[in-house]
């Protein structure tokens, strides 16, 4: 009688090791819930969700309360981001993916770094068990890519994606409703080389490094740090002084103070933001900017009512790719032009 006792205490002792074994860390757990967190983190930045709330820098969208482990999961989406096209690469090349798994596929490319770069070994979770078999295949498929893009290691191909940020010019948009071209001109060659932009009209180009953040011109709205790409739409729209147009999608309202200037202030901007907290920094904006012509809405875009007689007279819709239902709006939003008007899509 007592031997069975003593057997069934060693059976149970040894099932209850077995149970601690498997039972997750707390490390584990956490490094299990920052991989999903970044991945929600990285699906918001890459398409936007359908209601778009939470658009904004990393820093942004991961310093927002609902995420717990902000410090790992700001690590994991930096990191991802810095290898995404590798790790897309991989994945396309590996095959491996349901169309199930392609429906998680930021979680996906968030496992993929930690299993190829990060930390590997006690991953949990059903999504990286998956991965964790097929990571022979995932190997050789990096293999494969690293040879077909003729480099010896992944530190050779990140190297190749990237230009060093020291290395890239600085733009300033001159604001020309408050301050002309040639005064901002010889305002920054106090300090800096300065060039005109040959495409776009009032941009002007600076050394890389420059660092005009705290520059009187930026801080009183004479200038804005906008990007060349970011600068060239409201020019290739072209608005004429008098006419009304509507800025999609606004904030924090670069193109929609671009526009203001081309308009000479004169006409109106419809300008829509369906981010309430956005919505504060556009209006900042505009008024920093000195834009008088701009009516702000806090509004889905998409809900303008095209037969409201508030739209009768607009010429023209600027419309960011990263709005959300930007990709249907086009039948929608012709309704509210006039025949002869233009829509820009921007990319
Ligand atoms: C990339 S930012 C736009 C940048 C802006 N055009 C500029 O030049 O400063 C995208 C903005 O569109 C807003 N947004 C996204 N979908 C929208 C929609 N359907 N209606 C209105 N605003 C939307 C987001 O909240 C976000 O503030």
Known sequence: MARRKAIMAQKSGAKERKREEKRPSNAERSAYFARREAAKVL??????????????????????PSIRNKKATYALVCQTLKHLSIIKDVI?????????????????????????????????????????????????ALSRVLRRKGVKNVEDL??????????????????????????????????????????VPDLLILPPGADLHNHPLVVNGSAFLQGKASSMSAVALGPKPGWEVIDACAAPGNKTLHLAALMKGKGKIIACELNRERVKRLQDNVKLGGATNVKIKHEDFLNLDPKDPAYAKVRAILLDPSCSGSGTAFERLDHLLPSHSAVIMLT
């Not at 890459?46 to 927002?64: C, E, F, H, N, P």
């Not at 604001?175 to 005109?196: G, P, S």
């Open 92 to 140: 396309e090349e590996a095959n491996i993916l349901s169309a199930k798994q392609k429906k998680q596929k930021e979680l996906m490319y968030i496992i993929t770094y930690d299993l190829l770069f990060g930390q590997e070994g006690s991953l949990i979770g059903d999504a990286e068990k998956y991965l964790i078999l097929k990571k022979d295949a995932v190997q050789s």
């Open 158 to 199: 990140v190297a190749l994606d990237e230009i060093p940020d020291l290395q890239k010019p600085r733009y300033v948009r001159v604001n020309t409703l408050k301050i002309d071209t040639e005064f901002a001109i010889r305002e920054l060659r106090q300090q800096y080389a300065v060039q005109e932009d040959d495409l």
């Open 43 to 64: 699906r918001s930045m890459l398409q936007g969700d359908a209601r778009r709330r939470a658009v904004g820098s990393i820093k942004s969208l991961v310093y927002s």
